[in-house]
């Protein structure tokens, strides 16, 4: 038999591309995760998964049923905006996607105050960077997205929130710190860099540009808190959002760098698909996001 549940961990398994991303994605046990795959393929009675040291990558059987969960979940996702104005604020979901800075530190604040305006709405919030929530946004999975850069995507449809600084930051005890900095006092610097596919990765590459710097040193980590870690250890230098690192210069665990010309800005922005048609739960966070002008305190 087969269940929702089992496509949902299938659909999820191909979508990292491994067994242990659907895990944490899904907050199940990578075993509950290989249990789900073992008991579809025994349903359907093919293999749907290659396993392989690589990762993880469907079948050519698996291929046809994750295109089918989705068209299954569409119809589902219909249903229940076809019936959310019938619930109006009184029920229903809000699922809301964010990147990786602005998922974290941000969505929590904004559905704070919304679940004081909608109570009775379950929200979810889920976080990747640029790449994962843009595809999230035009595969339909979500109808609402946080981003820090604008889509390249024609389909998405973009409404600009607040500009937002982004801060170079050093461990304390650096030589760099106290100090106004030029390029040139960091060409023999180490720099911490986010993943490709990341808005803040992007926005890193151009700093270094602008600052004539592309050929120095750089580090790959996944993520704003592997950043900071990293930063505080001594293992180089980061430009990271003001708001990601605000508890760390705080509290002495980062320091922030001042460097002339100034890191670049950003615009925060809620996207969505353009042919979306939005639930009331989901219109009225849309509503709440044009009534922020600023990073909520």
Wanted: proline residues 5%; hydrophobic residues 40%; negative net charge.
């Amino acid at each position: 038999m087969v269940t929702l549940n089992q496509l949902e961990v299938l659909a999820k398994v191909v979508e990292s591309k491994g067994f242990s991303g659907a895990a944490k994605s899904l907050f199940m046990s990578q075993p509950a995760v290989s249990n789900h795959i073992r008991n579809l393929e025994r349903s359907l009675g093919v293999q749907l998964v290659h396993r392989t040291s690589l990762g993880a990558r469907p079948t050519p059987a698996g291929e046809v049923v994750v295109e089918h969960a989705r068209r299954v979940f569409e119809v589902l996702d219909s249903l229940d905006r076809a019936i959310a104005d019938y619930r109006g604020l009184e029920g229903g979901n809000l699922v809301v996607a964010g990147t990786t800075t602005l998922g974290t530190y941000l969505l929590p604040r904004l559905l704070a105050d919304f679940s004081l305006r909608a109570p009775k709405v379950s929200c979810q919030i889920r976080v990747g960077n640029e790449e994962a929530v843009e595809s999230w946004l035009l595969r339909g999975e979500v109808a609402l997205g946080l981003c820090a850069d604008t889509p390249r995507d024609e389909q998405l449809l973009t409404q600009g929130m607040f500009e937002e600084s982004m801060v170079l930051v050093a461990e304390p005890d650096s030589p760099l710190v106290g100090r106004a900095l030029t390029p040139s006092d960091l060409a023999d610097q180490r720099f911490l860099m986010r993943e490709s596919g990341s808005a803040s990765r992007r926005l890193q590459e151009y700093a270094l540009r602008t600052w004539g710097l592309e050929t120095a040193e750089q580090w790959d980590m996944w993520g704003p808190d592997t950043l900071k870690q990293a930063v505080s250890q001594g293992l180089g230098i980061s430009l990271l959002s003001e708001h990601a690192i605000r508890q760390e210069t705080k509290s002495g665990i980062l320091a922030a760098l001042t460097i002339i010309p100034a890191p670049p800005t950003r615009t925060v922005s809620l996207v969505r698909r353009i042919d979306r048609v939005l639930t009331p739960p989901e219109e009225a966070f849309v509503e709440l996001v044009r009534t922020v002008a600023v990073w909520p305190a």
